[in-house]
Structure formats: C-alpha cells, structure tokens
C-alpha cells in the first residue's frame, strides 16, 4: 500500500532508523530519505538497506511528501521553523516526539498538514545501530489532532502507523501530556532516582528486582533531559501523587499497621494484575 | 556429591519446591521431603518427582539430618520452637527468609546446628506450580553466621548451595538487612507505590516501561508483608533516602535547573552501566 511518494526522515536514532525500516518493508513509499548531521550514520544506514538517500543538509527534503520529525522533543521545536520555509506546501508533516503540547503549538502554526504523532515503542538503547523494524508492532501510537488538524492528513498517518502494527488512539496534545507524565515519565522519574539511591558499595548485592527496575535509568539523557522539561508541570503534579503514596506506605511501617499495609499491597497487586 | 541424608523442606513453595528438585538433581541427600499443610500441593508434588515423600504433618521431621524452613518469615519464627523439639540433636537446620536479624537471633537459640541462608532468587510467580531445579545456578546466596554458628553446619550449607550453583557471600545479619533494605525492599516498595499511583483510568495507555517497573507489584502478598515488617526499621531509612533523591529532582524541575537535572540524569546513567 503506497501512501506517500517520498519520505523523509529528519533524525535517524533508534526511533527514526526503526521508523525508515518498517515504511520500506510495508512498501509505504518509494524512497526514504534519511536526514541527519551525523554523516557515519547515514553512510552507515544507507549501505544496510535502512534508507534508500542520505542526507546531510536538511534542504534535501524539499521535494518530500511526507516529513518525520525523529529528534528529541527540543529539536524538533528548534528545526520546525527552518523546515517550514524548505518543505512542499502540500506536505504532510509528523513528529514522534515524547511530548506534545509545545511542539503541537508551535507547529501547528508552521505546517499546514501537520499531524503530531506519539509512537509508544523504544528501548533504553540509542541509535540507528539498534533500529528494528518490528519495534511498532503491537505498540500503541497516539495521534494528537486539534480542531486545526487537516482530516486528510490526519487519514493517511493514521494509515501509516496501523500499516506498521500500531493501535492508534487519538486524544488531545493536553490529554496526551497529562497521560505520558504518569505511565511513561513518572517509571523513568522513579527509576533515574532509584538507581541514584543505591550507594555503589552496595552493587555487589545487586538483585533481579533492582536491576529489572533501574533498566530505563540508562536511557538517552539528551532525549530524557529533553521529556522531562517540555512536560515539567505535569511531572511534577505526577510526582507530588506518587511521594502521596509512598507516604502511605511509610506511615503504615511507622506505626506498625499491618491492616493498612496489606490493604496497600493488595490494592497493588490487583491493579498490576489487571494490567495488560 | 551426597552432603545430607534425609533433607526435609518445610514450606513447599516456589522457593522450597525450587530446593527440592535442584537438591534431588544434584544428588546432594538420599530423600527430599516435602512438609506443607497443602496437601493438594504435596500430592502434585510428589506425582511429579520433585520431592521423594510428602509430610503434612510437621512431625514426619523427626529423623531429618537438614531442615530447610522456607515458609515466609513470620511462618519460620513461629514454627521454630516446635520444630526444635522435634529435630535430633545434631540435624542441621537452615532458612530462606528474606530478612535475617530477627531470625537468626531467635533460631540460633534453639538450634545448635543452625545457619541463616537467603538464597537472593525468586520469581513475582508463587506456588511450586512455578519452582524452577535452576532458579539458583547464577544467582548469589547470603549466608549470615554469628559467632554462635558452628563452623562444621556453616561448611556443609555452604557447599550445598555452591553445589546448586550459586555464589556464597558471608554477611552479619545486621548488615543483610541493611543491604537488602536497598537492594530488594526498596525495589518493591517503589513498584507497589507505582502501581497505586497510576489511575486505571490509563491502564488502556499502558507503556513497556510502566508494566516493567510494576512486574513485581505483582509479587505475593503474605511473603512481603512478612519482609516489611521485620525490617521496616531498615526500610524506614532507605525510603527516607530515596526521597530525598526524588525531591532533589523535583527542585530541579521546579526551578528548571537544566546543569542540576542533566548532571542527576548522567550520574544516574553511568551507576546503570555499572551494574552488573
């Protein structure tokens, strides 16, 4: 199913990489160009088959009808304007950045078609050299239309993530920020803390459990730097809840209330059972 | 190598079922026995050759060489007394509790043959529908002898989990606890907090990270009660601790401290990739 003619890809991480792998093998387009600054990269993706072009110089994309923005969210925000004065007037524009409020703002003003998008897949690996092209399968992507949203384009992203095996879900650029800062930047927020916690004298203990759950503390910092101020409000609020319950916690172990305690675990244990 | 003659596990579930089979695998005793009062869980148990005789009643111990209580910790405490008056004088006994001052203090009264073990393996699975012969090979086993521990028992409990494939370190109990408060409580105190802090209102946005870190707020309910409470001292500590590592990251945010949160985030980052 051939939904655009030229696709490019403006950052090739892990999520641009994976992104340009999976439109070429579901014949999405007819070429992919993959654009960054990072010239080994490129050279490096084009002689494996992950992008058809390189690109160096960002006004490779001017005959594009279809750009993707796969930068960390400050980029994104930072190149949008330079982008808007390159690309086709008729050009669809997407991002896949972890936040949406600002960047939805801001470029909603610069693109006629642009359609902001929240694929929720990646690892705590960077790079275009641990891209995969399964990485959507099965994931959930959320589209962030506003009233000011071309249904048109709307339509053929929507196309594109379900063609790559993605459930898309469609909620407001507010709703969606307000959703990410509990289930996706409050486990990173817990886990950058929780590792930071553990005196290093102590890693010769390590356990399955302490390992499974500081993983994400090594994730990209420039990408997480990133998250973590565009959506600062939220977290915080996010993170005042969170201390709430832990607050619970410890004053059940305070003063040695076993009933309280084990209405908490209880309550725990079920949510995570039912949670898919 | 045979180390015992007849091994009796009291508690038969993931932990003691796990015992039983890697023991019997290792040829390390002539019998396994298996002592629950779930005598639908011994029968299974007994039907699929991973304990040789199945015991409901706590008496059948009495000819026992080693004594393995694996119950959860409150169960252990409360057993011991009957069990010493049923042991032969020289059976060594041993435990698998997740906290260790209050039992070795207790146990070492009444058992002259006694050393505390903490196997550091698990699984947030229970039941010994889910026991693994190779939940050991790998994995590190605390052993915490006092100057009361008799040196002979020491030797032959720590060659039996050498044997099961792990790696023995000797700490005082005061510091197991201590460690363990770290590296294993705090870990599921922050998982249970997690999951009660996410509204399952969003559990339809469910991210990978989210159900990682929340795996073992699945973990059964009566085991880490149990845990909690005999060491909420520790507990207490390192939970006051990890809050104030979150709340170093809260002003951060709060004061958009870009040096201070990309300082947070890379000391974080590089403990990760130090853990092994």
Redo the contacts between chains.
Sequence with gaps: MRLFNKVAIVGTGLIGGSLAQAIKNKRLCSQVMGVSRHRKNLIWAKRHGIIDLACADIRGIKDADLVILATPVETIVKLAPQISKIVRKDCVVTDVGSTKVEIVKKLNKLFKHYVGSHP???SEKRGIRNSNPCLFAGS?C?LTPTKDTDPVSLRSIRKMWEALGAKV?LVSPQSHDE??S???H???????????????S??????????????????D?EV??DI??SN?KN??K??V??????D???SA??Y?D?VG??R??????S??????
């Excluded at 409050?186 to 916690?197: E, T």
């Excluded at 809840?241 to 832990?246: I, N, R």
């Design positions: 929720i897949a990646g959930l959320l879900v959703i990410l509990v289930v996706s409050l486990p990173h927020i817990v886990s950058f803390a929780l590792m930071n916690s553990v005196p290093q102590y890693f010769k203990f390590s356990t399955p459990s302490l390992k499974e759950l500081t993983r994400i503390a090594g994730s910092i997480w730097k973590v101020f600062r977290i915080l996010t993170l809840h969170f201390q709430k319950c832990l619970q916690l410890k172990l305070k040695n076993v305690l084990t908490f675990l209880k309550e725990s244990k949510k995570r059972l039912s949670l898919r």
